[in-house]
């Protein structure tokens, strides 16, 4: 292509296949076809595909979270991140939530249909430079530049395990290894005594020189890939592949005719975006009766930013006779917003006033001396 | 140095030659299938979805009759034979799979009011408001469909004049004996020109009668005493009645349940009882806007159709008290009686219109032989959906039946009146006296008192 290529990820085929090339990312075919340019998302650090969903998720130069559903084509989210340029971006494939990894040290995960993360966690002090997920979904590594790698329970959101080390990259094989990747070493590492404790089972180093770029381990075999300066190469870890593959989810000796097959059925059963949630299994469980509670400030924010959005998305009628002038358009705009925002902004003063009222209730309670005690406003009898 | 690592030879798994099978190989573990949950939710989506697409339950209308069909008969021996009597004394024999008419009986001068099939299938009895007991021959069926709508009228068997008109019959499900309703409940034998016994409490007629599928010598009838009574044979006065608000138009047993009976009411509400406890409903099964008609069980137990006098029929589950499934059509006019066929799979309505119209029992079901990746398809997709049905969006769906305008309104005329009423009890009883006014279940409100 002779232009720079950041990512580059497979769709739900061996067809289709996306790459973030300089200025946008584009869809090939399996000859190298160039079916779609996708101008939306802009420059492109990394692109993450969501098998069941049929999205894939891409986050640009500026911070920008985009979710595109590749069947019809439609946008699903967009949304700014406000946490500045990443290039660490990771589906978790057990809920299907996208984790980003920023240079603050946080690690957010967001779901399509939320502007704002669902969790955000600080996991190191240094920026996040590597992410991977645990197939079975409890398990997260991630790696600071402060030379630590730290391997999360995302069940209690706890560190599990701290491992000093440098990673560029991070990948967990299907049987729970976890290869990191720095310079021009790979060390495998697993747990063997099934209490998380990783501990070191493999290296390879290669030529002094080569710059390893990303290590992934290939699902249904023994192979760990590694991506590096000089090309790419690859290695026989023991172990680390899922032996027996069921036919109905993934078959490697595939025929044409199986692989449409299976093609229209994940189509039909293609999930929607709204059930991407934290833990899949609340799907068909009973709602439990909430209390209400006041939303946070940050859930509040949140919504506003919702009905903004929503009141943006609204589409003009072409008024004739004169009565089309853009400065009446911008201003009609900016009325619709402010609307918008106004029922949140009372909500926040009345809760504003009553804390005042509190306050003031309670000092004058205090202030007066003993023997005026008995002019005071007295209290309302319960 | 030996390593052990995964080797896969492309022999052991892709076939040898075309005409082999493809190979399936199985894992369970759901670490390889995320979001199974959510998977489930949209297959059971869709399949709410499909099944709504594919319910088209009406098949097909039988015509020939040239008055409003009064009464059906379903032949015990044949599944494809029933018997249709309307107002104008023309009994006909239909075959369903072919619709078209058999057999033609002609004689009967008024309306035919009853119908019924002797226990061998060879005989037909019908009784009409001429006084009049029928007794014809049933054609023996023959192996081969005969397309040549034979339409020959034959001569009745025997006829036998009593005193007063009759308004039904039922035929024994083991015996020799059958019951006719008309001012009193005459036992008949085939053989004998006069009733063998005759039973009567009250002065009221007796509108239809039915006998017990399992102990042949007991039956139920209802009366226009707004009664509900209960008889055996085998003792010389009836046994037991209960007396309702409103009368009952038609009774059937529950095949596999034969202690219980379900009575359909001019209340709107069908009444389930079981005959040995008598003073309260088992159950009762609301939806129809108007008289119900008539109601028949399906040989399974399990779910009977009824039709009423608002042009609907509608098919309840045994002890559901909101109908499952709802037919209706433009055409069809005042539903009088309805039938289920032997198999389970059919219900036949004779209406007003003079039209016998055959429906499927459900309505999205394929017909025909199935394919056993069909039928299992099939069964995953029901499956999959009882799984989900509570959740909204799919109960939505699932429950979803388009009514015509006048019975749309009609319902929620009555549900506002109902809410109405049972507010004001409601608020009657919060401002008495705790315990004064006691609230009684529906089934026991609409029976007045039971009589030994």
């Known amino acids: 292509v002779r232009e720079t290529v950041r990512d580059v990820v497979f769709l739900h085929n061996e067809l289709f296949f996306a790459a973030a090339q300089k200025k946008y990312p584009y869809i090939y075919n399996r000859d190298g076809t160039e079916l779609h340019c996708l101008k939306e998302h802009g420059a492109v650090l990394k692109l993450q595909f969501l098998r069941n969903h049929f999205l894939l998720v891409s986050i640009n130069k500026f911070g920008q979270l985009r979710y595109q559903d590749v069947t019809m084509g439609e946008i699903v989210g967009n949304f700014r991140t406000g946490l500045g340029r990443t290039d660490v971006m990771r589906v978790n494939p057990f809920n299907g939530v996208v984790s980003l990894g920023h240079s603050g040290g946080t690690v957010t995960m967001w779901k399509p249909t939320t502007a704002a993360p669902l969790i955000k966690m600080l996991c190191h002090q240094g920026p996040v430079s590597a992410l991977a997920f645990h197939p079975n979904g409890h398990l997260m590594a991630t790696s600071g530049k402060e030379c630590k790698i730290k391997i999360w329970d995302l069940r209690k959101y706890e560190v599990l395990q701290t491992l000093p080390g440098h990673a560029k990259t991070l990948d967990f094989s299907q049987k729970g290894l976890l290869a990191v990747g720095t310079g021009s070493f790979v060390q495998i590492l697993g747990d063997f005594s099934g209490s998380h404790n990783y501990s070191r089972y493999m290296g390879n180093s290669m030529v002094k020189g080569y710059q390893i770029g990303k290590v992934s381990f290939r699902p249904y075999e023994d192979v760990l890939g590694i991506g590096h300066s000089m090309g790419w190469s690859s290695i026989l870890v023991p172990g680390s592949g899922e032996p027996n593959f069921d036919s109905w989810v993934a078959n490697p000796f595939e025929t044409s005719k199986q692989r449409r097959e299976k093609e229209v059925r994940s189509l039909l059963d293609k999930l929607p975006p709204e059930t991407i949630m934290l833990n899949p299994s609340k799907i068909g469980t009973v709602r439990e009766a909430k209390k209400k509670e006041k939303p946070t400030?940050?859930?509040?924010?949140?919504?506003?930013?919702?009905?903004?959005?929503?009141?943006?998305?609204?589409?003009?009628?072409?008024?004739?006779?004169?009565?089309?002038?853009?400065?009446?358009?911008?201003?009609?705009?900016?009325?619709?917003?402010?609307?918008?925002?106004?029922?949140?902004?009372?909500?926040?003063?009345?809760?504003?006033?009553?804390?005042?009222?509190?306050?003031?209730?309670?000092?004058?309670?205090?202030?007066?001396?003993?023997?005026?005690?008995?002019?005071?406003?007295?209290?309302?009898?319960? | 140095m030996k390593v052990k690592v995964i080797s896969r030879s492309t022999d052991e798994f892709t076939r040898e030659r075309s005409q082999d099978l493809q190979r399936v190989y199985h894992n369970y573990d759901p670490n390889l299938r995320p979001q199974e949950k959510a998977v489930e939710y949209v297959r059971a989506l869709t399949a709410a979805k499909l099944e709504k697409i594919f319910a088209r339950p009406f098949i097909g209308a039988l015509d020939g009759h040239r008055d409003g069909i009064s009464c059906m008969a379903k032949n015990p021996n044949y599944l494809k034979g029933f018997f249709s009597g309307s107002m104008d004394g023309d009994i006909r024999l239909w075959d369903i799979a072919n619709r078209r008419t058999v057999c033609q009986y002609s004689g009967h001068q008024g309306a035919v009011r009853g119908l019924t099939v002797s226990t061998d299938g060879r005989i037909l009895v019908s009784c009409g408001t001429d006084c009049t007991v029928k007794l014809w021959n049933v054609p023996v069926a023959t192996l081969t469909?005969?397309?040549?709508?034979?339409?020959?009228?034959?001569?009745?068997?025997?006829?036998?004049?009593?005193?007063?008109?009759?308004w039904a019959v039922d035929h024994q499900w083991e015996g020799d004996l059958f019951a006719t309703a008309g001012a009193q409940v005459d036992i008949w034998n085939h053989n004998r020109s006069q009733p063998i016994n005759s039973f009567q409490w009250g002065t009221d007629t007796v509108i239809s009668v039915?006998?017990?599928?399992?102990?042949?010598?007991?039956?139920?009838?209802?009366?226009?005493?707004?009664?509900?009574?209960?008889?055996?044979?085998?003792?010389?006065?009836?046994?037991?009645?209960?007396?309702?608000?409103?009368?009952?138009?038609?009774?059937?047993?529950?095949?596999?349940?034969?202690?219980?009976?379900?009575?359909?009411?001019?209340?709107?509400?069908?009444?389930?009882?079981?005959?040995?406890?008598?003073?309260?409903?088992?159950?009762?099964?609301?939806?129809?806007?108007?008289?119900?008609?008539?109601?028949?069980?399906?040989?399974?137990?399990?779910?009977?159709?009824?039709?009423?006098?608002?042009?609907?029929?509608?098919?309840?589950?045994?002890?559901?008290?909101?109908?499952?499934?709802?037919?209706?059509?433009?055409?069809?006019?005042?539903?009088?009686?309805?039938?289920?066929?032997?198999?389970?799979?059919?219900?036949?309505?004779?209406?007003?219109?003079?039209?016998?119209?055959?429906?499927?029992?459900?309505?999205?079901?394929?017909?025909?032989?199935?394919?056993?990746?069909?039928?299992?398809?099939?069964?995953?997709h029901e499956a999959v959906k009882n799984r989900y049905k509570h959740l909204p969006e799919i109960k939505r769906i699932v429950r979803h039946r388009h009514l015509p305008k006048p019975i749309y309104k009609a319902a929620s005329l009555r549900r506002t009146m109902m809410e109405a009423e049972r507010r004001k009890a409601e608020r009657r009883k919060a401002h008495s006296a705790p315990g004064s006014i006691v609230t009684e279940p529906v089934r026991k409100r609409r029976i007045i008192k039971e009589v030994e």
């Open chain 1, 297 to 382: 400030k940050q859930e509040r924010e949140a919504e506003m930013e919702a009905a903004v959005e929503a009141v943006k998305g609204f589409v003009w009628k072409n008024k004739t006779k004169g009565r089309n002038k853009p400065s009446k358009k911008a201003k009609k705009k900016q009325e619709l917003v402010a609307k918008a925002k106004r029922p949140f902004l009372d909500q926040q003063l009345k809760g504003e006033q009553s804390l005042s009222t509190k306050k003031q209730k309670l000092s004058e309670e205090v202030e007066l001396p003993a023997s005026l005690q008995r002019f005071a406003r007295k209290k309302p009898t319960a």
């Open chain 2, 145 to 166: 469909d005969s397309d040549d709508s034979t339409d020959n009228s034959s001569e009745p068997l025997a006829v036998y004049v009593w005193k007063n008109s009759f």
């Open chain 2, 210 to 380: 039915r006998f017990n599928p399992a102990e042949s010598n007991v039956l139920a009838t209802t009366a226009s005493d707004r009664s509900i009574t209960l008889y055996d044979l085998r003792m010389s006065s009836p046994a037991r009645k209960v007396i309702m608000r409103t009368k009952s138009n038609s009774i059937s047993w529950n095949p596999m349940e034969p202690m219980n009976f379900t009575a359909a009411n001019e209340d709107c509400n069908c009444y389930s009882y079981d005959s040995r406890k008598l003073d309260e409903a088992k159950c009762v099964h609301m939806g129809h806007e108007s008289a119900v008609m008539d109601i028949d069980y399906s040989p399974t137990g399990r779910e009977f159709v009824t039709g009423s006098y608002d042009r609907t029929i509608r098919i309840f589950q045994y002890n559901g008290g909101r109908s499952r499934e709802i037919y209706h059509t433009k055409r069809m006019q005042r539903v009088f009686c309805v039938k289920f066929s032997c198999d389970a799979s059919y219900v036949i309505s004779g209406s007003d219109d003079t039209n016998l119209r055959l429906w499927k029992a459900k309505a999205s079901e394929q017909l025909g032989v199935l394919h056993p990746r069909e039928q299992r398809k099939h069964a995953y």
